[in-house]
């Protein structure tokens, strides 16, 4: 499990928006020509503890499960995540599958009591948030 703590280099940036997580993480997955699937631990003021690099797949895929996402974020004692991945295609256009592995993800955080407040697709340019879109 790579990690790191972030809030150094950070200069205590909170996110309040899906905006605001799209500035955090689209520099560095915008560019990938692989699918990069990232969790971002927040603790209670929406402030990135940690940012984990879950999975990283092939072109059109990443494998995504719920213990490897949260295992950081019980690390980091994350109030909430969010999730990130980019298509490398450029397109940020929800798959079925990306919906399907959010629904999953939003199941076990309310489990283990740690919110999933959004998924994010990072494309060419732009994103795609899956809490606006209504499915968290």
Known sequence: MRTMKVRC???RAYIRSPQDAYELMKDFLEDK????FIVVSLDTKN???NINVSSIGTLNSALVH???IFKAAI??????IMCFHNHPSGEVTQSQQ???VTKRLVEAGKVLGIEVLDHIIVGDGNYTSLKEKGYI
Do not use: I, K, M
Request: aromatic fraction near 10%.
């Open 75 to 80: 690390a980091a004692n994350a109030c909430s």
């Open 66 to 68: 719920p213990r490897e």
């Open 98 to 100: 990306d919906v399907d």
């Open 47 to 49: 402030q990135p503890t």
């Open 33 to 36: 020509d692989r699918e990069h």
């Open 9 to 11: 280099f950070l200069f």
